[in-house]
């Protein structure tokens, strides 16, 4: 019975959408001249009825205020988000939506209802992170932890789903526990493709320092450890960042912890061969603590931390602030989680939320989201 509850209801978020922009497809305009954005918050669920609503309610499966997108990927016409189980009450940890019109949006689950259930570990727990390739497969990093911000629940082992986004189907699940340990902390993932069609994924294990790099054609991956100086002035092991760069020919993985004050970078190929030591480089010095919030082709986009504008920096030139271009200025009270390219419509988004307020437990009836384009910037070649 549980699972039919579950199965049967449809969630969607209210929206307030600048009229004047004159669309039914909002979201996925295509007008490159003009800028689209959509306002929405977590405020609405289409219950088959009052009965079951009232179930989920009073049960504490749904909280309004817990929910939260934090993560974005553009495919064709849909944009997909992550809504991470921070708290308790989150129906959905994945979700889509393909329209967007002047009566709001509808987010439904990723790839279905089945894939959202707590405690179920055949289901998606609690995605931190996701991407969708240039195939149309979706890697969706699954922490297994639910109500991080809260009381951790360590629901499953952890996991990467691996999704077709155009049949909804589950492809693979690769189970990272023989790769982890009891106190790993999972949090971004690149999906790294090589010339010869080889595929692997790194995902971030920041309690551990170690990044873990899995080939997925032999089923088979292992863990580097970082070197002590990659958590030089962490007061703690608190996030550690990845960003996938092809530039000149040549892929890198730049990594750097939050609070720590150098950037380091290593060679895709040593990845892919495991011949790493000595292979990690120093970039450079950051000037304050980075957020980084996405990648594409040479860039690595980012704010600097409790800031709200967003900067772009080339990774062909010196890291230094003088190379720090700012793109994007948030509206007042937001702030960006993640930057994702839209390869349908040549350009990059930006998802903006008060994450602040969120931590603060200070959102009134709802976490304030906002999906924009980021003018000037162009998604960059393969």
């Not at 699940?173 to 106190?183: G, R």
């Not at 003088?322 to 990059?348: C, I, W, Y």
């Not at 989201?369 to 070649?381: E, F, K, L, R, W």
């Amino acid at each position: 019975m549980r699972s039919l509850i579950i199965a049967s209801f449809l969630l969607c978020f209210v929206i307030n959408i600048d009229m004047s922009l004159g669309s039914r497809d909002v979201l996925l305009r295509s007008e490159s001249t003009k800028v689209s954005t959509v306002n929405f918050t977590a405020a609405c669920i289409n219950f088959p009825c009052k009965t079951t609503k009232e179930l989920f309610k009073s049960s504490g499966r749904y909280i309004i205020t817990n929910n939260i997108a934090t993560r974005l990927q553009m495919y064709k016409d849909c944009a997909y988000v992550a809504f991470q189980r921070y708290k308790p009450g989150v129906p959905m940890t994945l979700g889509v939506t393909c329209k967007t019109t002047s009566c709001g949006a509808v987010f439904d689950p990723f790839p279905c209802w089945t894939y959202q259930e707590v405690g179920n570990c055949d289901a998606l727990q609690s995605v931190s992170d996701m991407v969708i390739d240039k195939n149309g497969i979706m890697w969706a990093l699954d922490s297994g932890i639910t109500e991080s911000m809260t009381e951790p629940t360590r629901r499953c082992k952890p996991k990467i789903f691996v999704m077709n986004v155009n049949t909804k189907k589950v492809l693979r699940i690769i189970n990272l526990d023989k790769l982890t340990v009891s106190n790993s902390r999972l949090q971004y993932l690149k999906v790294d493709y090589t010339r010869d069609g080889r595929c692997f994924v790194y995902v971030s294990d920041a309690a551990t320092r170690s990044i873990i790099v899995y080939d997925v054609q032999a089923k088979r991956g292992y863990r580097l450890v970082l070197p002590k100086t990659v958590v030089q002035g962490c007061s703690k092991r608190d996030v550690l960042y990845l960003a996938l760069i092809t530039c000149n020919g040549k892929t890198k993985l730049y990594f750097t912890y939050l609070s720590a004050k150098k950037v380091y970078s290593i060679d895709a190929e040593h990845l892919h061969r495991g011949n790493t030591k000595g292979r990690i480089v120093e970039v450079g010095t950051k000037p304050e603590d980075m957020i980084w919030v996405g990648d594409d082709g040479c860039y690595i986009y980012f704010r600097y931390a409790a800031k709200s504008d967003v900067y772009r920096y080339d990774t062909s030139t010196c890291f230094k602030p003088n190379n720090f271009l700012l793109v994007f200025g948030s509206e007042a009270g937001l702030l960006t989680t993640h930057v994702a390219p839209d390869h349908q419509r040549n350009k990059m988004r930006a998802l903006q939320s008060n994450f602040h307020d969120f931590i603060r437990n200070e959102v009134g009836c709802g976490v304030k989201h906002q999906i924009s384009d980021i003018q000037g910037c162009y998604v960059q070649p393969n």
